[in-house]
């Protein structure tokens, strides 16, 4: 099997050259011959339509769609096993692909990496925080977003909406990404009335959609009145939400078509910004970005437009707070802050910014959290 | 061979085959009906499956975990006992692999594969062998708790893995610590494909053998067939029935440790990719038959690696494919009512 990679590249120097050959023929036409020779691929571990993580990577699969002269093929529901290296494989061999982007946190290692070595022109874009310099090849790399500024905003806005103090989280898997988001959601809504406290519940898996219904309503019988989730498709609790008569903020994606009364806003992906940058890169030749990080400033992240049910005190706050993320001076860790055990994790004086990667192992739940790591 | 064998050997063979023509008509009809034009459809699934040196290997890699996980319901099902608990099996053989795997770093590669084959082997066994024993010793039915003994086994793996055992540098996704690259099962010799090919066709011919020619599985499919008449002509019911289980189970187990020393490199939660319950779709295409299950998988395999390339050639969504399997497994099902009903397989009657 090793004779298959110099066989590839060998191949594709023949077409490059036939194709340099025909569009020197063609003289004028190179721009546009070059662009419309870009195949993207995009694979999905989910639904595409599941108002969540897959949806937010295939909302920017489908602006991508309409741009001139890109090709996007797709495949979804693609499982962290060698089919999705076979998949990546076929989007290479079959379709043409130059560009990737495997879209879950489980294709990295050793699914992409394995590709990525054996088809070492193609470049490897993974959503996720895992590309290492030095570690992993030059044609992978990571993009991710620091979307605990909107889980901080959100938090603000159910700050001013819960009537009864208690606000309530669904997460997955009580991982540092996971936690993050936690914390930021109960701090947010604490710079609102420092009495408010957040229950977290960890369902254990990224889909367990009855698990979610379950965990929504028993907060909901607790007496909580604004719940948000870190799960892959938040599509049941904010459903389930609505249907008992509480808020929800939304995750991943848009949900306010869910909702259409308990909706105050939500946390977004906006990925078309970096997609659109590894899509310039490659047809214009640049070297691949291997580590693209970003927030709201950045317009890595956006909140979703707010709900009927937003009040204006929310609204002020929560846009003074936001533009101030823009302006990329805002900090939410920052010292003294204590975990919910009485620890201190920060001391006083102390400012974690957002590219601090002490933040990427976060490890804690702050003070007013109900719940366990 | 004589007439009445052949004519017996052109049944199992065109009943099942006609099946899945018929299924592959229907859906193109459904095709049809989506506006999509059914030969364009057939050509694709031609190209992505089984057209290219390329894609036979996409078809054969995704048919390898499928070959080992479908002996873990064909081989109890000689006993008579219907087990679907194999992705059980196949989480924890992974899982004891992989802690193997780990504890013997720096030994020899050869003896750490060997037994984290073993461990994979002993664990999936002897955790369907203890479904085998509660429907033998406590009339418990095996097909509703070898599922429920599945779901024990995803829950302690999920246990194990995000606590006890988990490796402190898999910050977002919890794994075990990894059992370093000179332990790791490379490709079968020539293809892009890992070594759990190799083990599944192996293991299947050896089985065929066990239950088809010898006394062994002759007493097997007795016990399958009667259990009563069975115990009556003095057969070891029990143990029969517990080591049709462990070797089922075992089969799983291997393709559990396969998994984690061929691709994952540790034990984490993508181990859980519905291999176990896609076996059952083929041991019952290829009716329990051990020898069977190698071509069905791969017909499986098949369909799943073209799957990707009806998603991305006519943008269709990821269930058309389930669309094509569920219409081949009712078929061939269906089909089932044919056996000795179609004339032309009757050997001719002689006439007095």
């Known amino acids: 099997m090793t004779a298959r990679p110099t066989d590839l590249s060998r191949r594709n120097m023949i077409k490059g050259a036939a194709a340099v050959a025909a569009t020197g023929a063609m003289g004028g036409w190179i721009p546009a011959f070059a662009q419309s020779k870009l195949t ?23 602006a991508l769609k309409k741009m001139p002269g890109i090709k996007v093929v797709e495949q979804e529901k693609v499982p962290e096993t060698t089919d999705v290296q076979k998949t990546m494989g076929s989007m290479i061999e079959q379709d043409g692909v130059t560009l990737l982007f495997p879209t879950s946190f489980g294709y990295f290692d050793p699914h992409m990496l394995r590709m990525a070595e054996k088809y070492p022109k193609v470049r490897f874009a ?5 590309w290492t310099s030095g570690k992993h090849p030059a044609n992978t790399g990571s993009y991710f977003g620091y979307i605990d500024e909107c889980q901080y905003l959100n938090g603000i806005v159910a700050g001013y909406a819960s009537k009864t103090k208690k606000i309530g989280f669904i997460a997955a898997k009580p ?15 604490r710079s609102v009335d420092p009495k408010i406290t957040c229950q977290l519940i960890v369902t254990g898996d990224w889909s367990l959609p009855v698990k979610e219904a379950e965990a929504t309503n028993s907060m909901v019988d607790q007496g909580i009145d604004v719940i948000t989730s870190h799960v892959d498709s938040p599509k049941v609790l904010i459903e389930t939400a609505e249907k008992r008569g509480i808020f929800s903020c939304g995750y991943h994606a848009n949900q306010s078509a869910l909702a259409p009364k308990g909706y105050l806003t939500g946390a977004e992906w906006n990925w078309l910004t970096v997609y659109e940058q590894h899509v310039k890169d490659a047809i214009a030749g640049a070297p691949f970005k291997n580590f693209v990080r970003g927030g709201l400033k950045e317009g890595f992240v956006k909140m979703s437009p707010y709900g009927k049910a937003v009040p204006d005190a929310a609204k002020k706050k929560a846009d003074a707070t936001k533009a101030a993320m823009m302006k990329g001076d805002y900090v939410i860790f920052k010292g003294p802050l204590k975990d919910n055990t009485g620890k201190e994790v920060i001391p006083a004086g102390k400012s974690l910014v957002q590219t601090d990667p002490v933040l990427e192992q976060m490890n804690y739940l702050v003070e007013g959290v109900v719940g366990k790591v | 061979m004589s007439s009445a064998r052949l004519g017996s050997a052109l049944e199992s063979l065109t009943i099942p085959v006609g099946a899945l023509i018929g299924a592959m008509l229907l859906f193109g009809l459904f095709m049809l009906m989506l506006g999509q034009n059914p030969l364009e459809v057939y050509g694709l699934i031609y190209q992505g499956g089984f057209s290219s040196a390329f894609s036979w290997q996409n078809t054969l890699s995704r048919a390898a975990p499928l070959i080992l996980t479908a002996l873990c319901v064909a081989l109890p099902a000689q006993a008579g006992l219907m087990i679907i608990g194999s992705e059980g099996a196949l989480v924890l053989g992974g899982l004891t692999a992989a802690v193997i795997g780990h504890a013997m770093t720096g030994m020899p590669p050869i003896s750490v594969k060997i037994a984290m084959a073993l461990g994979g082997l002993l664990s999936g066994g002897l955790w369907i062998a203890a479904a085998g024993a509660l429907r033998q010793y406590r009339g418990i039915n095996e097909t509703i708790s070898s599922l429920l003994l599945t779901y024990i086994a995803i829950a302690l793996f999920n246990h194990m893995v995000e606590g006890p055992l988990r490796d402190p540098a898999s910050l977002n ?18 293809l892009d494909v890992h070594w759990g090919l190799g083990f599944g066709i192996i293991f299947c011919i050896a089985m065929y053998i066990l239950v088809k020619r010898t006394t062994w599985g002759f007493g097997l ?32 187990g291997l393709a559990g440790m396969v998994e984690v020393a061929a691709v994952h490199g540790n034990a984490n939660a993508s181990l859980m990719a519905g291999y176990g319950y896609a076996g059952i779709l083929v041991a019952f295409i290829a ?56 004339k032309l397989f009757k050997p001719r009657e002689v006439a007095a």
């Open chain 1, 40 to 62: 993207v691929g995009v694979i999905y571990v989910g639904p595409r339509d599941d108002y969540g993580y897959n949806q937010a990577q295939a909302q920017a699969a489908a």
């Open chain 1, 126 to 130: 993974h959503c996720g925080g895992m």
């Open chain 1, 175 to 189: 991982i540092p990404q996971v936690l993050r988001n936690c914390n930021a959601f109960l701090m947010g809504a």
């Open chain 2, 173 to 190: 996704k919890p794994s075990t610590a990894p059992i370093g690259d000179a332990s790791m099962l490379g490709n079968f010799p020539g």
């Open chain 2, 221 to 252: 499919r007795i016990v399958g067939g009667n259990a009563r008449a069975a115990r009556l002509a003095g057969l070891p019911v029990g143990p029969l029935v517990l080591a049709a289980c462990f070797l089922g189970g075992a089969a799983s």
């Open chain 2, 287 to 342: 009716r329990q038959n051990p020898l069977a299950i190698i071509p069905v998988a791969i017909l499986l395999g098949g369909i799943s690696a073209s799957g990707g390339m009806l998603q991305r050639r006519l943008d269709l969504p990821d269930a058309t494919v389930l669309v094509l399997q569920g219409m081949a497994f009712l078929l061939v099902l269906a089909s089932e009512t044919l056996y000795g009903r179609i």
